[in-house]
């Protein structure tokens, strides 16, 4: 266990270090933010602001979720790395356990800069209880993404990570209603998207303080799905 | 005594070579397996399954080593060097046969820091300095040496604090190598371990290793720098398509491919002549200059001179074990039915 934690300890530093996490987990949400947010407008019942907020907290949690460790896994499986790790004394699952640990650890950075810049710069007011609770459920919903990545990182080549990431992350951010609110067609689909109801949980919290079963199911729902596709690429991955 | 010239051997790259002889037959010599060996090959295969059919990787592989010994491993590319470390270090499995390390498991040995390895095709973190990557390898060995130690050892103290994807080739190559020692494990494989580095990183590299070797501690290295072999072994294992082909010490596979080469100048003399002197592998000639590869240089002189020949300008050099390996081996194939699939002499260069 000890050597498991070292790994771990080591792979949150470096994906710290990251300039691709800083830039599409960290930056990124900020600065749309920065230059979208600033607005007082009702949306779906909370104002922009909050909504935007919360909108970018989601962004930043799922693509640090989803990028980091789809395209490492894919990466480190090519160059070897894997393979010097099987030549120590860490444990079998060592290394996984070490990636979704890291992307646990790595994307709470993204929610509390994008609500750390929305209770400053922009003043937006909830009770502080729902503030920790949307930290929580935000960051709780973003895990689904790390499954993904996990099955993604053992299914394709570096190569072909990427595109397979960006084949998800669209749909993923625009159809969840991440980067501008859905009306319409566009909200019906939007709505069986776990990125559109871990944003939906978020300002339900603020306006009726409660968290829609609806939401929590069909993320559940994703959820199982991911990690159905990590445990089955995982396996083919070990067979070669 | 030779016999007919029976078979052809070319041991020149580019195949042109003169009339050729096939000399004495090589044994890969029995290494009984006591109880012990650090690393224990019984009868083992392994078979890949490409579009074109079957490819016998390794094929009925039996060797064992001691604990101790410095071993070479060498074997033209797709010999089954690669796919027989991976076996070794329990990367890969053998679909029949046995495999053991220290007696055990693979898995067991590695467990228990038993192994230090340098694998060819082994990669590095991204993102961290050259300090906390060895470092993680020092926690990740349950008796390492000291991390300035090895990075010194290594001769890579000096690149302690530079992010490792930044590093040159040959930088990473040290880098793996530190990796590979800083467990101190009795037995260190090393695949490929100096490709890469400068001549002078080289020399340190095979100075840390021989001290390692003096500690009592086995170290097996791949190369394809035949004289690093010639120097740094004790043993010198040779395979081609998966079986052993030759297993002594460098002298002794010399010896056995013919190890000397016997040249003259002897104008107008037949080719039927140099045929019958006994003791030839290799025979070459370029207008009046005849150059023989021999088994026995003096008993092959003698006889020359016995037939009443007298040549002039006589030079009897020792051949390398490059040009035996390039022997064994391409005899080796011309006997059964040339190299196997997509093998090829790499090191004819």
């Known amino acids: ?240 | 005594m030779v016999g007919a010239p029976a078979a052809m051997v070319s041991l020149t790259a580019k195949g042109n070579a003169g009339p050729t002889l096939k000399g004495m037959p090589h044994m890969p010599r029995q290494t009984p397996s006591p109880q012990g060996a650090v690393v224990e090959f019984e009868n083992v295969s392994k078979t890949f399954h490409s579009p074109k059919g079957p490819v016998h990787a390794v094929n009925g592989l039996t060797m064992s080593m001691q604990a101790g010994q410095t071993i070479a491993f060498l074997g033209p590319n797709g010999a089954g060097k690669s796919t027989s470390l991976n076996m070794l270090l329990g990367l890969s499995r053998p679909d029949s046969g046995r495999v053991a390390l220290f007696g055990g498991t693979a898995a067991e040995a590695i467990k228990h820091g038993k192994v230090g390895a340098m694998l060819q095709s082994g990669g590095l973190m991204s993102d961290v300095t050259v300090q906390e990557q060895v470092q993680l390898w020092a926690k990740l060995h349950p008796r390492p040496i000291p991390v300035s130690e090895a990075l010194k050892r290594a001769n890579i103290a000096d690149l302690a604090d530079r992010r490792v994807d930044k590093l040159s080739g040959g930088q990473q190559q040290r880098v793996q190598f530190a990796m590979a020692i800083i467990g101190d494990s009795p037995l260190i494989v090393l695949d490929e371990p100096t490709t890469g580095m400068d001549v002078e990183n080289r020399q340190a590299f095979w100075a840390t290793m021989r001290e390692r070797a003096l500690e009592g501690k086995t170290v097996l290295f791949a190369t394809h720098y035949l004289e690093e072999a010639d120097q740094f072994a004790e043993r010198v294992i040779v395979i081609n398509k998966g079986r052993l082909l030759a297993d002594g010490t460098s002298a002794e596979i010399k010896a056995s491919a013919g190890a000397k080469r016997l040249s003259f100048r002897l104008p107008g003399v037949q080719d039927a002549a140099l045929y019958r002197l006994p003791n030839l592998v290799h025979v070459e000639r370029q207008a009046d200059v005849v150059r023989l590869q021999t088994s026995d240089s003096d008993a092959t002189l003698y006889a020359l001179l016995d037939a009443g020949l007298r040549p002039t300008d006589i030079e009897i050099q020792p051949l390398g074990l490059e040009q035996a390996f390039l022997a064994i081996t391409a005899e080796d194939n011309n006997h059964s039915g040339g190299p196997a699939d997509g093998a090829t002499l790499e090191a004819a260069r």
Do not use: C
């Open chain 1, 1 to 240: 266990m000890n050597s498991t934690i070292t790994l771990t300890k080591l792979d949150v530093l470096r994906v710290l270090r990251n300039t691709r996490y800083l830039i599409f987990a960290i930056a990124m949400p900020s600065v749309l933010y920065i230059a979208i947010g600033n607005s007082t407008k009702q949306t779906n019942g909370v104002e922009f602001k909050a909504y935007y907020m919360l909108a970018m907290a989601t962004y930043g949690a799922f693509a640090g979720a989803l990028m980091n460790n789809s395209i490492r896994i894919a990466t480190e499986r090519k160059t070897g790395w894997t393979r010097q790790l099987r030549l120590t004394s860490l444990p079998g699952g060592g290394y996984v356990f070490s990636k979704v640990v890291t992307s646990l650890v790595t994307t709470i950075p993204s929610v509390l800069v994008v609500f750390a810049l929305g209770g400053t710069v922009f003043g937006v007011h909830m009770d502080a209880w729902k503030w920790v609770a949307n930290a929580v459920v935000l960051w709780l919903a973003s895990m689904v993404f790390v499954s993904l990545a996990v099955a993604i990182g053992y299914r394709f080549d570096p190569e072909t990570a990427q595109p397979a990431v960006m084949l998800v992350f669209f749909p993923m951010a625009i159809l969840g209603g991440l980067w501008f609110p859905l009306e319409g067609t566009l909200d019906k689909i939007g709505k069986w998207f776990p990125t559109y109801q871990a944003h939906k949980l978020g300002t339900d919290i603020i306006t009726d303080g409660k968290i829609s079963m609806e939401s929590v199911g069909i993320i559940g729902g994703w959820a199982v799905l991911f990690a159905a596709l990590a445990v089955v690429s995982y396996r083919a991955a070990q067979d070669q």
